[in-house]
């Protein structure tokens, strides 16, 4: 038998490697991990965002072209909704009521400023949420999909989602987690100020701002998004909710239902997505559901 000594150095190899692996089965089959990203995002300040933003979009290499489809004017429509008190109870979220104060802070002008919507040139169908408001959807999915009114509202409030709950944040701290939080305790950038562990980690993410309109995000984050999609319309009591359905339904049948799209690629689980939103509808009483067919715009 071997002797004692290196019968105990296996033991403790084993009892390390066992911790390892309740560590690793831990980290990525239960919520822990999104629950550490979503307190480390908490400590981030809006600001952050704002300016994360305007970096991730000057990266995009694609230019804005004329809006001819109301991109602008049908977004506008829904930050009001989004930013009017009266929304308050169907965004229930404790995030989204503590972020809503930031994000429809007015300007001299009397809307938020860092929202922006429009249309960028691309020889693919998607759309891009960045970080603090600004939404770009590409000319190839508005051409091929000939969406209604309605349809636009649903991707709209689905990006405003993404960007209301940090999504593109989360996945790129998701990624770079324990080299973010080593580099965030000893972070110096040597001014007068002296960084919160937050306003590290914003200044952190701003260096990788690049990236941030490439990111794949998670089922848990496309659900998040068809929900705040679905508030909104309701809210909007002029653009009819079962459009959520719609346009995720053209999405899906636009490579004939085999998922392998641009769309996809950043946005899964569409099939999944649809079957939720029917069960969804399919909940509601026929009185709601008649109500909210009264909406002027499908």
């Known amino acids: 038998p071997p002797p004692p000594q290196q019968q105990r150095s296996r033991k403790q190899q084993l009892t390390i490697l066992l911790g ?6 831990t ?18 300040p809006l600001q952050a965002d ?37 929304s308050s109870p169907h965004f229930s979220n404790v995030w989204t009521r503590n972020s809503k104060q930031e994000l429809c802070r007015p300007s001299r002008h009397g809307t938020p400023p860092q929202w ?22 590409t000319d190839t999915l508005l051409q091929q999909l000939n969406l209604s009114k309605g349809e636009i509202a649903a991707l709209l409030g689905h990006e405003m989602g993404h960007v209301i709950h940090r999504h593109s944040q989360a996945r790129l701290v998701e990624q770079r987690l324990f080299s973010l939080v080593v580099k965030a305790l000893v972070y110096e950038d040597h001014d007068d100020h002296r960084e919160t562990f937050g306003e590290a980690i914003g200044e952190l993410l ?66 999944d997505r649809i079957k939720a939103l029917e069960d969804k509808w399919n909940d509601l009483t026929r009185q709601e559901q008649r109500t909210l067919k009264r909406y002027p715009i499908p």
């Open 20 to 25: 390892m692996g309740g560590l690793l089965v």
């Open 116 to 137: 922006s919507f429009g249309v960028i040139h691309a020889d693919f169908a998607n759309a891009f949420a960045l970080p603090g408001g600004i939404i770009r959807v």
């Open 50 to 86: 704002f300016e994360m933003g305007q970096h991730a979009l000057a990266s995009l290499p694609y230019r804005q072209v004329p809006d001819r489809w109301g991109v602008r004017d049908i977004g506008q429509d829904l930050l009001q909704t989004f930013c009017s008190p009266s």
């Open 206 to 271: 701003l260096k990788s701002a690049s990236f941030l309109g490439e990111q794949k995000f998670s089922r848990r984050d496309e659900y998040q998004a068809d929900e705040m999609a679905w508030n909104l319309l309701v809210s909007s009591q002029t653009y009819q909710p079962t459009a959520v359905q719609s346009l995720l339904s053209k999405l899906w049948s636009m490579q004939g239902g085999s998922g392998e799209t641009s769309w996809e690629s950043t946005h899964p689980g569409t099939k």
């Open 27 to 44: 980290w990525f089959m239960t919520p822990l991990s999104e629950w550490v990203v979503h307190f480390m995002l908490v400590s981030v």
